[in-house]
C-alpha cells in the first residue's frame, strides 16, 4: 500500500518544564502505538517525538492513507442454541445476525467449529479497515487523554462558552500526510499545516509548514525553534562546555541532569552567557550558592578543578541579542539578592550555637501519634548510644549520643528553613563553627545518608551508628503504629530506610544481629519511652519489620549479579548477621557449580517435603534402630563430614562448608534408594525421620539448598 510520512503537532502555551519530556515521549508514543493498532504504519514505520516549550509533536513514517481491510471470524452462539432440531435459525440468532448488519441468508454461510466442549456458530465478515482521518483522530485523542498531567487546566473557547481540559491552553493543532493536511479536530481546534515559532526572534508568524518531512528545519529557519529535546539539550551542553572552556582555568559547569532537562523544556533557541557575582559571597558555604543559583535561577554554577565553586556562572538565555551585555548585567541583578540572603542567613545562624537550639525542637511536631523532633531526638539519641556501645564503647558511644542529640537542630535555623534540601549539611558547617570534632559533625551530615539509592555512606563509624539509630526509630515508630508504604507511596521513605540500614550492615561489615538492632530500638524505656504506650511496637510489628526489610534486600540483591535461586536459598534463612549475606550468596553460587549439587539440592527438597508432613519430629538418633545398611552408611558419613563443616561454618567459611557437605552425595542417593523412611514400626521411622531431621538442620546451616532443585 503506498504510504506517506506524517507529522502531528499540538502547540499550546508554556508546558511544565519539569514534565516536557515526559509528555513529549507519551504523547508521540501512544499517537503511534494506536496508529500502529489500527493498521496504518507498517513494520518499516519509525517515529520520532518532538517537545519544545509551547509544543508537543511526533513524525511517523511510512503511514497509509487507508487501512487494509481485515477478515474476521465472530463467534456467535452455542449452535445447539443458534439452531432448532431442523437446523433453522432460531430468534436468538436472528437477532445477533442484525445486529452484525447481516439476515437471514447468511446463515448457511456460518462455520460450525469446536469451542471447549460445545460447538459453536462462527460468522466470517470483512471489516472495512480505516481512513487515516478517522485513524489519527482516535490516536490524538487516546495520546491526549494518556498523557501523565498530574493535575490540567479548564479553560475556555474563543466561542466564551465551551470549555476544555488540558494541561495548559492550546491554540493550534497541525496534521500533514505528506503535504497534505488530514482532517482532525482536538481541544477546540481544527487541524492546519500552520505553527508558531520563537516568541521574539521568530523570522516569519505563523510558521508554514509544506511538508511533513520538513517540520524541523522549518521550524529551526523560520521559527527560531529547535524543535527536538534531544537536540536542543545537546546544543545546551555543547555551549556550556564550550563557555567554560573560554574562560580557561579548568573550570567546569555543574554536573546535573534534572537541571539540564528542566533548562531545556524552558528554552526554545538555547544561547548560552557568562555572568558573575562578587568574590565576597565565596564566604558563604558552597552548597548554599549553588542551590539558590540552581533552584531558584535555573543557572549553571562553574566550579574549579578541585569542584570549589567560583564567582562566574552559565545562564541558558532564550534570546541572542548582538549585544549580549543586557542579558548578562540582567542576571547579575537578579542572582545578587538572592546570593544575599544566603550569607545573612548563614551569618545570623553562626550567631547560636547547636547545642542552644536544641530546645526549639521541642515545638517541631514530628507526628501526632510520635510526638515533637525533641522527643524523637531523645529516642535517637538512646538507641545511638546503645549501638555505639556495642561496635566502638564509651567513646564511640559518647560522640553519637552529641551527634544523635545535634543531628536535627539544623531544621530550626533560618537557612534550611529558606532551604530545606540543605539539612544536615548546614548542621555539619555550625557544628565545625562551633567547635566540634570533626567528626561529630561529619556524623550530622551523614546522618541522613544514604540518601537514595547509589549514595555514598556516612564516611565514619559515628555517622554510621548515628544513621542506624535514625533509620531504625523511623522504622520501629512507623510500623509500630501500623503507618506502612502502600503502592508507590511511601511518606516517610521507609524502604529507604530499611534499604539504607541494609547497605550500612553490609558494606560496613558491622556484624550486629539485625533483630538485636530492632529490639535496641523497641526496647528504649523511661524518659525517652513511645509518647503513648499503647503504641509501642508489638511483637507483630517487629515481625513485619523483619520481613519489610528482607524484602528491601532481596530487590536490592535480584539488581546485583545473583540470581532469584541463589538469593531465596540464602533470604529464606533470615540470617541474622546482614553482612555476611555476600559470602553466603558466594558459598551458594560455588557449591550450585558442584557436579553433587544438583542431586543434594533435590534429596533436600525430598526431604522437607517429607519432615513437613512428619511434624515433631527431633532431630535425634539411636544407633540400635539403624538396620539398613544404606541409613547406616548415611549415620557414619554424617558422623564424619558434618562435624568438619559445622566447624567451617563457624569459622565463617561457608564456601567450604557446602564444599564439605557436598561429600554426602552418595550416601544419601544410597539411602532414598535402599530405605523405607515410612517404616510400619513406629520406632524405625521415627528414628529415621530424625536422622533425615539431622541431616535436614546440617544441609541447610549456609542457605536452604532445597531453593536450588529445579
Known amino acids: 500500500m503506498a504510504t506517506k510520512n506524517l507529522l502531528v503537532e499540538l502547540f499550546a502555551e508554556e508546558l511544565p518544564p519539569k514534565a516536557l519530556r515526559k509528555l513529549g515521549d507519551a504523547f508521540a508514543g ?13 513494520a518499516e514505520s519509525a517515529l520520532t517525538s518532538f517537545a519544545s516549550p509551547r509544543r508537543l509533536a511526533a513524525h511517523v513514517t511510512y503511514v497509509a492513507a487507508h487501512a487494509a481491510d481485515k477478515a474476521v471470524s465472530q463467534k456467535l452462539m452455542p449452535v445447539a442454541v443458534g439452531l432448532d432440531a431442523a437446523g433453522n435459525a432460531t430468534p436468538a440468532l436472528l437477532k445477533k445476525l442484525a445486529a452484525l448488519g447481516a439476515d437471514a441468508s447468511s446463515v448457511a454461510d456460518l462455520k460450525r467449529a469446536p469451542d471447549g466442549k460445545t460447538e459453536a456458530l462462527f460468522y466470517d465478515s470483512l471489516v472495512k479497515g480505516a481512513t487515516l482521518a478517522e485513524g489519527l483522530q482516535k490516536a ?81 529557519k523560520d521559527g527560531a525553534v529547535i524543535a527536538s529535546f534531544a537536540e536542543r539539550r545537546a546544543e545546551i551542553v555543547r555551549q556550556l562546555a564550550a563557555a567554560a572552556t573560554k574562560i580557561g582555568g579548568g573550570v567546569t559547569a555543574i554536573d546535573d541532569d534534572a537541571l539540564l532537562d528542566e533548562v531545556t523544556a524552558l528554552v526554545e533557541r538555547p544561547n548560552v552567557v557568562v555572568c558573575e557575582f562578587e568574590k565576597e559571597f565565596l564566604d558563604v558555604p558552597q552548597e548554599c550558592l549553588i542551590l539558590t543559583m540552581k533552584a531558584n535561577q535555573k543557572y549553571f554554577p562553574l566550579l574549579d578543578a578541585r569542584e570549589k565553586l567560583t564567582n562566574k556562572f552559565l545562564v541558558v538565555s532564550n534570546i541572542s541579542p548582538t549585544d549580549a551585555s543586557f542579558v548578562i548585567g540582567g542576571n547579575e541583578r537578579v542572582v545578587r539578592p538572592r546570593l544575599a540572603d544566603a550569607k545573612f542567613f548563614f551569618d545570623q545562624d553562626r550567631k547560636k550555637t547547636l547545642q542552644s537550639r536544641v530546645e526549639g525542637l521541642g515545638k517541631v511536631v514530628y507526628h501526632n501519634k510520635l510526638g515533637s523532633q525533641g522527643e524523637r531526638v531523645e529516642r535517637v539519641r538512646a538507641i545511638a548510644r546503645a549501638i555505639g556501645q556495642q561496635l566502638g564503647g564509651d567513646i564511640l558511644a559518647a560522640k553519637a549520643d552529641q551527634a544523635a542529640q545535634l543531628a536535627k537542630t539544623d531544621l530550626v535555623t533560618d537557612m534550611v528553613g529558606e532551604f530545606p534540601e540543605l539539612q544536615g549539611i548546614m548542621g555539619r558547617y555550625y557544628a565545625l563553627n562551633d567547635g566540634l570534632s ?273
Open 438 to 710: 570533626a567528626d561529630v559533625a561529619d556524623a550530622i551530615e551523614d546522618h541522613y545518608k544514604p540518601r537514595f539509592a547509589g549514595d555514598e555512606l556516612p564516611r565514619n563509624d559515628v555517622g554510621v551508628v548515628v544513621a542506624l539509630a535514625d533509620k531504625l526509630e523511623t522504622l520501629v515508630g512507623m510500623f509500630g503504629i501500623g503507618n506502612l508504604p502502600t503502592g508507590d507511596k511511601d511518606p516517610f521513605a521507609l524502604r529507604r530506610h530499611a534499604l539504607g540500614v541494609v547497605r550500612m550492615l553490609v558494606n560496613k561489615k558491622i556484624s550486629i544481629d539485625l533483630l538485636g538492632l530492632i529490639n535496641i530500638a523497641v526496647g528504649i524505656r523511661g524518659h525517652v519511652v513511645w509518647p503513648d504506650a499503647a503504641e509501642q511496637p508489638n511483637p507483630v510489628a517487629i515481625l513485619e519489620l523483619m520481613n519489610f526489610i528482607y524484602e528491601r534486600f532481596s530487590g536490592s540483591l535480584r539488581d546485583q549479579s545473583y540470581s532469584a535461586q541463589e538469593i531465596d536459598a540464602v533470604i529464606i534463612q533470615k540470617p541474622q548477621r546482614l553482612n555476611e549475606v555476600p559470602k553466603r550468596l558466594a558459598a551458594v553460587r560455588s557449591f550450585a557449580a558442584l557436579a553433587e549439587a544438583p542431586a543434594l539440592a533435590a534429596a533436600n527438597k525430598r526431604i522437607s517435603n517429607i519432615l513437613k508432613k512428619a511434624e515433631g519430629v527431633q532431630a535425634t538418633v539411636n544407633e540400635s534402630l539403624l538396620t539398613e545398611t544404606a541409613e547406616i552408611a548415611l549415620h557414619k558419613a554424617m558422623s564424619d563430614i558434618v562435624p568438619k563443616a559445622n566447624a567451617q561454618f563457624e569459622a565463617g567459611d561457608y564456601t567450604a562448608s557446602l564444599q564439605t557437605l557436598a561429600a554426602l552425595r552418595a550416601p544419601v542417593d544410597d539411602f532414598f534408594n535402599g530405605v523405607m523412611v515410612n517404616a510400619e514400626q513406629l520406632d524405625l521411622r521415627l528414628n529415621r525421620l530424625g536422622l533425615l531431621a539431622t541431616l535436614h538442620t546440617a544441609m541447610n546451616r549456609v542457605a536452604d539448598l532445597s531453593k536450588l532443585a529445579s
Open 30 to 42: 501512544v499517537l503511534f502505538e494506536v496508529l500502529k493498532a489500527q493498521g496504518l504504519t507498517t
Open 140 to 220: 490524538l485523542l487516546e495520546a491526549i487523554a494518556k498523557l501523565p498531567i498530574p493535575k490540567v487546566m479548564t479553560y475556555q473557547l474563543a466561542d466564551g462558552w465551551s470549555d476544555v481540559k488540558f494541561v495548559r491552553p492550546a491554540h493550534g493543532l497541525v496534521a500533514l500526510h505528506g503535504a497534505d493536511v488530514v482532517a482532525i479536530e482536538a481541544l477546540g481546534l481544527k487541524a492546519g499545516n500552520t505553527t508558531h515559532g520563537h516568541r521574539f526572534e521568530a523570522l516569519l508568524d505563523p510558521v508554514v509548514l509544506h511538508h511533513a518531512d520538513s517540520y524541523a528545519e522549518t521550524l529551526a
